[in-house]
């Protein structure tokens, strides 16, 4: 159809346009433009069309896109020509990734360029650099109450160190995710400090309120994020004598999207950091960009909104760029951060998969997949051009966030069962080898979350402390099998540091005040270059769970089958304790590849008749493409040992 509107509205933007920008050969970013310019003015206009400034508000949402285009460095312009031929090479098996604080890992930019080689030895090859921008001294919630959005923290280093980590990653084939914090600022911002200072102009970059009338009304609905540690809301702001909206931290100030000049500004920021070099942009806490009275300020409709206002106004400037939806809500809300009507990702092409995440903490504790194949089930179809991002522990703490009704299903009281779960892993439950903490306990709402690290909450530290060689085995096999399930379901799978060594829970932050209230810290290690070192030494904890994850990553990058074109399916093995799913080969037809996991304690039997049309396994010879082996078989009974997992092929068809 002929957009008469949004094509005489390009035109007068485009005469409006700085002069140094209309001179310059712009000719891929008008292509872009025009092909995005309906859907950008749509969205702009259903945003902010009845302010009297709009056509002013969108001639410098475009000169923004405009100048951010002519910083492009040469190289990643090249870059976006490459992926948009190739537009869905995030889809592949050969990416694996891994979430590492930089100071954690290797004491600041400098030193993670000079470890790259580590996560090359253990395959990785996209690495998301979690945040490195200014920050205050004290409490800055990991660095996601950032200062100031266009400069690294002196503790990390500086730009030029970014640049150079960039560039060295590129010349690797390795993909660079950085985070943009969208929903806020810390109170150290240029904007809150200006905002304080009586600004109006900033003080709309916030939502602020000269006293409770409002924030009581929004209260109503609101749930609390850090109940312990940061209840409610608002923070009242003694210099101001106004209340401010911190949904998180009580220094972490809320962003008002619904004024324009926060998008523009922020979107401004995106397109810097795709400029530094990044692959991917992680977007933080993206549900809770849009606020309405009424409602919990999650998931509104306007919120959606905006991620696909970024994402069309990124196409124009740096297509080569994705985006990371974190958003940890419900099966299907999560869903949507992909963007709604749409085949290919109109929001974010990634999306944290936090339900599976939560689904296979569940059977760990119940060592059933009952819960875990009915929430599987329940999860809603992905877009084509769109992948999840599956880990097991990340920085965060763990939430029970899956389906209530799917607990039902499962045949569990939802709040017994959660309140089971959470006991299960800070090891109130006395048959428990998990060494967590509970987190974010809400008394009100009898909510909690769980903190601790990967390998104390599959038992690990438990059995090492008693010296149970048995325990550490069965630890080490959890540890394996786990990421075996993220490594073969079907898109991008995210380890976390220190995981690939078993690193313990870390009790240090505890002396460390701007760290002791939020035990998230215990699992946000200092990688122990000695341990590390262990993964060298045969029979070891660190080679066993270092070689074990290597040589799974080598295989998920040979198998095709483990690409991710929605070519899952999901089988019904009549045994609760197994995980069992098909992954079919997106460009054959032939090498499909059974994956089973088992959670149990004891060894389990799959009947591959009862597979559905599963002829080929059922008649073939079976033969585990991670260990090489051929599983052991009684009939059609397949045999899957205690916590292990098979990726089966049929060895018939080679
Ligand atoms: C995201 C981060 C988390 C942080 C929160 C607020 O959820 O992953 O660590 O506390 O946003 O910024």
Not at 437 to 456: C, H, Y
Not at 539 to 545: D, K, N, Q
Request: hydrophobic content about 40%.
């Amino acid at each position: 159809m002929y957009e008469q509107v949004s094509h005489s509205l390009l035109n007068n933007i485009l005469d409006e346009l700085k002069p140094d920008i209309r001179r310059r050969d712009l000719r891929h970013f008008y292509t872009r433009l025009g092909a995005n310019f309906y859907a950008i003015y749509s969205l702009f206009h259903h945003l902010y069309g009845k302010r009297a400034d709009f056509q002013q508000q969108m001639v410098r949402l475009v000169e923004v896109m405009a100048s951010r285009y002519i910083e492009r460095p040469a190289p990643l312009k090249q870059l976006d020509i490459g992926r948009e031929a190739d537009h869905e090479w995030f889809l592949s098996q050969e990416w694996v990734g891994m979430a590492l604080y930089t100071d954690g890992f290797a004491g600041n930019l400098q030193g993670l360029r000079s470890h790259l080689s580590y996560l090359q030895e253990l395959g990785v090859n996209m690495v998301h650099v979690m945040p490195i921008l200014k920050c205050p001294q004290g409490a800055s919630d990991g660095g996601y109450a950032v200062s100031d959005f266009r400069d690294i923290d002196e503790r990390a280093g500086s730009l030029t160190d970014l640049q150079e980590l960039a560039t060295d990653m590129r010349r690797r084939n390795m993909l660079l995710t950085l985070d943009v914090v969208v929903n806020h600022t810390s109170d150290e911002h240029l904007w809150a400090q200006w905002s304080r200072a009586g600004d109006g102009h900033y003080q709309d970059y916030y939502y602020i309120f000269d006293n409770r009338d409002v924030p009581d009304m929004f209260e109503e609905t609101m749930p609390e994020i850090f109940p312990e540690t940061a209840p409610g809301n608002f923070t009242y702001d003694e210099t101001m004598q106004k209340w401010v909206m911190t949904v998180f931290n009580s220094y972490q100030w809320d962003l008002n999207y619904s004024n324009p000049a926060v998008f523009i500004e922020m979107l401004d920021i995106i397109l810097f950091w795709a400029n530094q070099g990044a692959d991917i942009v992680r977007l933080d806490a993206v549900a809770f960009l849009w606020k309405k009275i009424g409602t919990t300020c999650q998931n509104e409709r306007e919120a959606h909104l905006i991620l696909q206002l970024m994402k069309d106004c990124s196409q124009v400037t740096a297509p080569g760029a994705l985006f990371i939806a974190e958003a940890i809500v419900a099966p299907v809300e999560i869903i949507k951060y992909f963007g709604e009507d749409a085949v290919i990702a109109k929001e974010c092409e990634i999306a944290y998969n936090a339900t599976f995440m939560a689904l296979l903490w569940e059977s760990v504790a119940t060592k059933s997949a009952k819960l875990l194949n009915q929430g599987i089930r329940s999860l809603p179809d992905k877009l084509d051009r769109a992948t999840w991002l599956n880990y097991v522990r990340c920085h965060d703490d763990i939430g029970l966030g899956f389906d209530d009704a799917d607990i039902v299903r499962a045949g569990y009281e939802p709040f017994a069962h959660r309140r089971f779960l959470v006991d299960y892993f800070t090891g109130v439950y006395d048959a428990s080898p998990a060494r967590g903490q509970p987190f974010g306990v809400n008394d009100k709402t009898g909510d909690a979350r769980i903190s601790g690290a990967l390998a104390s909450l599959v038992g690990l530290e438990e059995a090492i402390d008693h010296k149970d060689e048995d325990a550490i085995s069965n630890s080490i096999n959890l540890i394996l099998l786990l990421h075996s399930m993220i490594m073969a379901f079907g898109g991008l799978p995210l380890l976390y540091h220190g995981d690939e060594i078993g690193t313990l829970n870390d009790d240090s932050f505890r002396k460390d005040l701007a760290k002791a209230g939020d035990n998230r810290w215990m699992h946000r290690p200092k990688i122990d270059w000695d341990k590390a070192e262990l993964r060298h030494r045969h029979g070891t904890v660190e080679e066993r769970i270092f070689s074990g994850l290597q040589r799974m990553i080598a295989v998920r990058k040979s198998t095709p089958a483990f690409a991710d074109y929605n070519n899952r399916e999901l089988l019904d093995s009549a045994n609760p304790h197994l995980f069992a799913f098909m992954r079919a080969n997106p460009h054959a037809g032939s090498d499909s590849v059974l994956v089973v996991g088992n959670f149990d304690a004891s060894p389990q039997s799959l009947t591959l008749s009862d597979l559905s049309n599963r002829g080929q396994f059922e008649y073939g010879q079976l033969r585990d493409l991670y260990s090489g082996e051929a599983p052991t078989q009684f009939k059609d009974q397949l045999v899957v040992p205690a916590y292990r997992f098979y990726w089966l092929t049929d060895q018939r068809l080679y």
